[in-house]
């Protein structure tokens, strides 16, 4: 659709209804009245869009539920991370390194889905504070993603092998839903009525890409990798409690030398080791406000101050106060 002419110094948003910036907070710079055009479809209009939703969240406005801004102002070395079942679109910038045992490397515009529980060890590139890092990261719904398969008459999951990493161009019509889905951040009640129509519309795009045979993978509910993502779920949430294998196992429907072997299969790591991923992940969160230390392994599930103190250095290569206090210095932009 038509718009106004703009130069090439001019921000465009200022083509963009962006919510965001409404009148009813005051406290946002750029305060625009809505334009009524089609959301465009621009990478780098999307994150100057997503910036300004961080900057947003950051001063306590709610975010979009399952929708986060992932946002470096400067380069970053290997960081280990589990990736839970997700979409991750780049806005800006690179990021490079292993995921699930594999090679990955991703650009500005190029989406990548996660169908599983992964580790992942990655490097930010390309980021300043001027011109940080950006990304979205959209969790997927198992059940939605079913839904859509069977109103496909597609319930199945594909019969070629699942690629634990594959990358895809974001057509514009994906790129222009996840602008709409971010346009509702400032108003609750269209995000209520609109928003599930919104992600129903991106999940569908996806099926339809290049991405979809790793997406109809995560929906196929009966497949090995749903039972041992349902597990990897639960170990999530339960992550600081005493879990058995076996009774991980029954809950996959499996042995336990076949669960072993079918969650190694899948997210390249064995059960006790995923739940210390994932503790310590949790814990590197949790350091990102100032906290005791030793409260934190407890908190996790560590029974002892020194065993979490050793695992976290064994992960990260720092001590957990040290990590905390850089990590805070860069969240806070002086790191």
């Known amino acids: 659709m038509g718009g106004a002419r703009r130069g090439d110094d001019t921000d465009p948003l200022v083509l963009l209804h962006d919510p965001i910036n409404e009148r009813r907070h005051p406290f946002r710079r750029g305060l625009r009245a809505p334009i009524s055009i089609d959301m465009t479809s621009d990478p780098e209009t999307l994150a100057v869009m997503a910036d300004r939703l961080w900057k947003a969240q950051a001063g306590g406005v709610p975010g979009i539920a399952g929708l986060t801004v992932i946002r470096f102002e ?31 490397a991703i650009a500005a515009g190029e989406g990548m889905l996660i169908n599983c529980d992964s580790p992942v060890s990655a490097r930010i590139r390309d980021a300043t504070p001027a011109w940080p890092y950006i990304a979205l990261r ?23 092998p699942l690629r634990r990493f594959r990358r895809a161009q974001a057509g514009a019509e994906l790129l222009s839903a996840i602008g709409r889905l971010m346009a509702m951040s400032d108003d609750p009640a269209e995000e209520a009525a609109l928003g599930p129509l919104v992600r129903r519309e991106i999940l569908w ?20 990798e749903a039972r041992i993502s349902a ?25 336990v030398p076949t669960f072993h072997r079918r969650f190694k299969a899948v997210t390249t790591m064995s059960p006790v080791t995923f739940q210390k991923r994932v503790r310590l992940q949790i814990a590197r969160e949790l350091l990102l406000s100032p906290g005791d230390i030793a409260a934190i392994g407890y908190r996790v599930g560590y029974g002892s101050a020194s065993q979490f103190s050793r695992d ?17 210095a860069m969240a806070a932009g002086t790191g």
């Open 74 to 104: 400067r380069e970053l070395g290997i960081l280990p991370t589990v990736y839970h079942p997700s979409w991750l679109l780049l806005l800006r910038g690179r990021k490079e390194g292993v995921f699930a045992g594999e090679p990955m």
């Open 138 to 160: 959209l969790e997927l719904d198992r059940d939605a993603v079913a839904g859509l398969l069977v109103e496909g008459a597609d319930s199945a999951a594909p019969a070629e």
């Open 205 to 224: 795009r996806l099926l339809t890409s290049p991405l979809g045979p790793q997406l109809r993978h995560f929906g196929a509910v009966e497949s090995t």
């Open 231 to 255: 597990v990897a779920a639960y170990i999530r949430v339960h992550h600081a409690e005493a879990l058995r294998v076996a009774d991980l196992a029954a809950m996959a429907h499996m042995s």
């Open 312 to 328: 976290y250095r064994s992960l990260y290569g720092l001590p957990p106060g040290r990590h905390g206090a850089e990590l805070r």
